[in-house]
C-alpha cells in the first residue's frame, strides 16, 4: 500500500507558475506508474499528465500539453508537476494517484489517490 501527499497548490495569476509535488510512502514507489488529475468545481475529475515507472515516457492531456511537465524523483519518492503559463480554466483541485504497472490516464486505472491540492488561477 501506498500513501499519498500533495504539496504546492495556491493562488496564482494567470500566466504564472506552480510546482506541484506529490511525495508518496513507502519502499515500492519506483513500482507505481503515478499521474495527476484535476476536479473543477462542478465538473468530473479529469486525467492531467501520468509517468512510467522509470520516467522515460509520459502523457498529458491535450488541455496542458506544452505547458506542464511531469517528472518523478524515485531516489526522494515523489512525482512533481510543473505548471508554466497557467489559465484561469487550469483552477481545480489536483490530485496524485498511484497505479501498480499500468499507466493511471483515468480514474479507473489508479489504486491510490491523494487527497489534493487547490489551484486558483486569478485572470
Known amino acids: 500500500q501506498v500513501q499519498l501527499v500533495e504539496s504546492g497548490g495556491g493562488k496564482v495569476q494567470a500566466g504564472g507558475s506552480l510546482r506541484l509535488s506529490c511525495a508518496a510512502s513507502?519502499?515500492?514507489?519506483?513500482?507505481?506508474?503515478m499521474g495527476w488529475f484535476r476536479q473543477a468545481p462542478g465538473k468530473e475529475r479529469v486525467f492531467v499528465a501520468a509517468?512510467?515507472?522509470?520516467?522515460?515516457?509520459?502523457y498529458y492531456a491535450d488541455s496542458v500539453k506544452g505547458r506542464f511537465t511531469i517528472s518523478r524523483d524515485n531516489a526522494k519518492n515523489t512525482v512533481y508537476l510543473q505548471m508554466n503559463s497557467l489559465k484561469p480554466e487550469d483552477t481545480a483541485v489536483y490530485y496524485c494517484?498511484?497505479?501498480?504497472?499500468?499507466?493511471?490516464?483515468?480514474?479507473?486505472?489508479?489504486?491510490?489517490w491523494g487527497q489534493g491540492t487547490q489551484v486558483t488561477v486569478s485572470s
Open positions: 513507502g519502499r515500492t514507489f519506483s513500482s507505481y506508474a
Open positions: 494517484a498511484a497505479s501498480l504497472g499500468v499507466v493511471p490516464q483515468t480514474e479507473r486505472r489508479a489504486d491510490y
Open positions: 509517468i512510467r515507472l522509470s520516467g522515460g515516457t509520459t
